[in-house]
């Protein structure tokens, strides 16, 4: 260890001593060495040390071992492991680390002695009762390396009859650990992970701390706490990571049966994976690179594997237990995970790995693995997102409870919008049109409409088309009912509708008896050099009223449709992009005619609807912040496209910020993406001055956030101290948003209680003029 973490040999080169070492004595355990083997191998460790730390390597002075010691521990604090698991944590890099120097028990004195890792309950599943493994005769380090593969604590966890478990071996030294267990979780009121020895019969603790844990045994954990009286239900709410949520709906493969078993082991993290495999860290980066998907399969994991192990979708190993390195950072990380898959054998070298039975799997073959029951196959199961655990529908019930934020979710389609609602969204916060118009029976089309000469046959091309966006439209009223939908008009550059192949061209061609060389040509006319700055969203509706006045009618006459069948429908019609209010003043009249146009014709001809359409705005550019209170005079609502903002703010592009952000975030040019968690600093500055001035013209005006950080907990955090109303996110993030909404306001009640203001970046004092 000292050899490894100090001076820096290569742990492979130590390893092939010991195994030499083994075959030479003809022995198959490290155990059997006697004293003059391993007094062998220990020159060769100490002349591996030398030849890379010199003749002093490893000095005999202890103090001077125990300084170099400290040393390297500081040292690894900005080592690569670190810095990727900073990175994928979001851990603060300024944080550093410390250092406990501590008297050392020796586990490994014989047959009365023992090391061991535990947790209070377990860290996969949360399931009372204390978990861990040990290994007798032996260091803690021994078990928690994978190196060998530990046994059971407990009776209750033996899997094969020939283990020996530490209740059975060290009975009176159980019942003394199961009693401190039970006093650690009485004190800290959180699930311990702690790690012990037995020297000579004597149990010595050497450390406990709170135990890291899946997003399982984090909810289960809360929720069994609450009941057992330990916390209260506010603190469940701020224990479960919003941000983790998702992964409780993770795929879970619905047909492992289908496939050949490859491996069986332990099942140290849920989920399933199905992907290629890769045997080394640097092939599973290289494969996903490409965009594929990889199982990384290892003999063991250590830290120099971390960014294969993010990179990949799941993690076997061949040795080590479920407290092995490779459990702990897939738990961590939540990625499914399979340890201790003894029947297999991993070739580096050759890229192999070799089956208990004779059969090979090659890099790049295809694997599934199920870490829920430890299960290893080949070939490509199908995966399913796994059902909502019921103890989530407690926790967010509680939340519920707190949040003052409405949740609302994006989607386009009737499905979609009724999974938002079962996963809790308060209505659509936005609806993309263009997604409903991208389908392939309704593009041709639309393209006939962009390429008409008159507006006869404008009107004709998009009234063809028009039931099938209708019945689309009333599916969201159906799923989401009294709730509103809010539906964003079209958006993209019309290029984008026409195709950009010749072989596109042919099939639309084909689809629409339009010549297509013709639509090559009217396609290159539209191309603009700079599509996301060019002719898109209100401007489109400005050039071209007639789209805009088009589907505000079909919008009406869905909204019609669906009250005339008792559906509460709650439609709001928002414009993309808008940068001056007298953009939405004009438009504003052209989809007032459109939605009297659609109710006039409705079932409920010649009513009027007796709930209004709302006609709002997105607040996506600069400009649109800056001028917010001008603008929402003539809007009935708000809403912060986030992505865009994001991208015109920093005038970088959402499609292409990915070939220098990476590089950003690692040399710490950014702390964040920018696209993923909003930028306070000047993103998140404009949301707050624009809310300010908006609430000052219109205190009531219903303002949302609809760009993707509407689903980022620490954006949430943020919204809701800027005082928006709702946020709006894909539908499996849904979860995650209300519970990062009901954090987010107990944060502020106890910074509220602390006489503290929730931190708001400063708006100008002085508003604009109203226009
Ligand atoms: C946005 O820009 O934040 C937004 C929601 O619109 P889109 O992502 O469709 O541009
Ligand atoms: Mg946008």
């Known amino acids: 260890m000292y050899a490894v973490v100090v001076v820096g040999v290569d742990p492979a080169l130590l390893d092939d001593e010991l195994g030499r070492a083994r075959g030479v004595a003809g022995v198959s355990s490290d155990g059997e060495l006697d004293a003059t083997q391993l007094l062998e191998v220990a020159g060769r460790f100490e002349a591996l040390a030398q030849a890379?730390?010199?003749?002093?390597?490893?000095?005999?002075?202890?103090?001077?071992?125990?300084?170099?010691?400290?040393?390297?521990?500081?040292?690894?604090?900005?080592?690569?492991?670190?810095?990727?698991?900073?990175?994928?944590?979001?851990?603060?890099?300024?944080?550093?680390?410390?250092?406990?120097?501590?008297?050392?028990?020796?586990?490994?004195?014989?047959?009365?002695?023992?090391?061991?890792?535990?947790?209070?309950?377990?860290p996969a599943t949360g399931e009372r009762g204390v978990f861990g493994e040990y290994l007798a005769d032996a260091q803690g380090e021994d078990v928690v390396s994978g190196m060998r593969t530990p046994q059971p604590l407990r009776e209750a966890a033996r899997t094969a009859s020939d283990q020996v478990t530490f209740e059975q071996a060290f009975p009176e030294q159980w019942r003394e650990l199961e009693a401190v267990c039970t006093t650690l979780e009485q004190h800290y009121r959180e699930v311990q992970d702690v790690e012990f020895t037995v020297e000579r019969g004597t149990l010595f603790v050497l450390q406990t701390r709170r135990a890291k844990r899946t997003v399982l045994a984090e909810l289960r954990t809360a929720i069994e706490m609450v009941d057992e009286q330990l916390i209260e239900p506010d603190d469940a709410v701020r224990r479960v990571p919003a941000r983790e949520l998702p992964k409780l709906l993770a795929p879970q493969v619905v047909d492992l049966d289908r496939l050949e078993l490859a491996a069986r082991g332990i099942a140290a993290s849920p989920g399933a994976a199905t992907g290629e495999v890769a045997v080394t860290a640097q092939d599973a980066v290289a494969r996903a690179a490409t965009g594929a998907d990889v199982v990384l399969v290892r003999g063991e994991t250590t830290a120099s594997d971390i960014a294969g192990m993010l990179a990949a979708r799941g993690i076997v190993t061949?040795?080590?237990?479920?407290?092995?390195?490779?459990?702990?950072?897939?738990?961590?990380?939540?990625?499914?995970?399979?340890?201790?898959?003894?029947?297999?054998?991993?070739?580096?070298?050759?890229?192999?790995?070799?089956?208990?039975?004779?059969?090979?799997?090659?890099?790049?073959?295809?694997?599934?693995?199920?870490?829920?029951?430890?299960?290893?196959?080949?070939?490509?199961?199908?995966?399913?997102?796994?059902?909502?655990?019921?103890?989530?529908?407690?926790?967010?019930?509680?939340?519920?409870?707190?949040?003052?934020?409405?949740?609302?979710?994006?989607?386009?389609?009737?499905?979609?919008?009724?999974?938002?609602?079962?996963?809790?969204?308060?209505?659509?916060?936005?609806?993309?049109?263009?997604?409903?118009?991208?389908?392939?029976?309704?593009?041709?089309?639309?393209?006939?409409?962009?390429?008409a000469t008159d507006p006869q046959e404008r009107a004709d091309a998009l009234d063809a088309f028009a039931p099938q966006v209708q019945a689309e439209f009333e599916a969201m009223f159906a799923a989401m009912p009294g709730e509103p939908v809010t539906i964003r008009l079209l958006d993209p550059p019309l290029h984008e509708f026409l195709p950009g192949s010749r072989e596109d061209a042919e099939r639309i061609g084909a689809a629409t008896g339009l010549d297509p060389v013709h639509l090559l040509r009217a396609a290159g006319a539209l191309r603009e050099a700079n599509p996301m700055l060019g002719h898109r969203g209100v401007r489109l509706g400005i050039t071209a009223p007639d789209i805009y006045r088009h589907q505000a009618s079909v919008i009406a006459r869905a909204t019609a449709s669906a009250r005339a069948r008792g559906i509460d429908a709650r439609p709001q019609v928002m414009v993309p992009l808008v940068s001056e209010p007298r953009e939405l003043r004009e438009i504003r009249a052209v989809i007032e005619a459109g939605l009297d146009v659609g109710m006039g014709d409705g079932p409920r001809a010649g009513e009027t609807p007796e709930v209004p359409i709302p006609i709002g705005a997105m607040l996506e550019t600069p400009r649109a912040c800056v001028l917010a209170d001008r603008i929402a005079a003539h809007a009935d609502f708000v809403s912060f496209g986030t992505n865009d903002l994001t991208q015109l703010t920093w005038g970088i592009s959402r499609d292409d910020a990915g070939s220098f952000l990476g590089r950003y975030r690692e040399e710490h040019v950014v702390d964040h993406d920018p696209f993923g968690q909003v930028d306070v600093d000047a993103v998140g500055a404009?949301?707050?001055?624009?809310?300010?001035?908006?609430?000052?013209?219109?205190?009531?005006?219903?303002?949302?956030?609809?760009?993707?950080?509407?689903?980022?907990?620490?954006?949430?955090?943020?919204?809701?101290?800027?005082?928006?109303?709702?946020?709006?996110?894909?539908?499996?993030?849904?979860?995650?948003?209300?519970?990062?909404?009901?954090?987010?306001?107990?944060?502020?009640?106890?910074?509220r209680e602390n006489g503290r203001e929730v931190a708001r970046p400063a708006a100008p004092a002085t508003p604009v003029p109203m226009a």
Request: with cysteine; proline share 5%; hydrophobic share 40%.
């Open 52 to 122: 890379i730390g010199g003749h002093d390597a490893i000095p005999d002075d202890p103090f001077e071992q125990l300084v170099r010691a400290v040393g390297a521990v500081f040292d690894s604090w900005q080592g690569a492991p670190a810095r990727t698991y900073r990175l994928h944590h979001d851990i603060d890099e300024s944080m550093g680390t410390a250092v406990n120097v501590q008297s050392m028990v020796y586990g490994n004195a014989g047959s009365t002695s023992a090391s061991g890792v535990l947790f209070t309950r377990d």
């Open 318 to 451: 061949a040795r080590g237990g479920a407290t092995s390195h490779a459990a702990v950072v897939a738990r961590g990380a939540g990625r499914p995970a399979v340890t201790g898959c003894t029947q297999l054998q991993v070739d580096e070298a050759a890229g192999v790995v070799r089956l208990g039975d004779g059969r090979e799997l090659r890099a790049g073959d295809r694997i599934t693995i199920d870490g829920t029951t430890g299960t290893v196959a080949i070939g490509t199961g199908t995966l399913e997102p796994a059902r909502v655990d019921p103890r989530l529908a407690r926790l967010l019930d509680w939340a519920d409870a707190r949040r003052t934020l409405v949740v609302r979710a994006n989607a386009d389609t009737g499905a979609d919008a009724a999974r938002a609602h079962e996963l809790g969204a308060q209505g659509i916060g936005l609806c993309r049109t263009e997604h409903m118009v991208f389908d392939p029976d309704r593009l041709p089309h639309f393209t006939r409409a962009i390429l």
């Open 686 to 751: 404009l949301v707050a001055m624009a809310v300010e001035r908006v609430r000052a013209v219109a205190p009531d005006i219903e303002v949302g956030v609809c760009g993707e950080h509407g689903g980022d907990p620490a954006s949430i955090a943020f919204f809701a101290s800027a005082g928006v109303d709702y946020v709006s996110c894909s539908p499996p993030r849904v979860p995650g948003a209300r519970l990062a909404a009901a954090q987010a306001a107990l944060a502020q009640e106890v910074e």
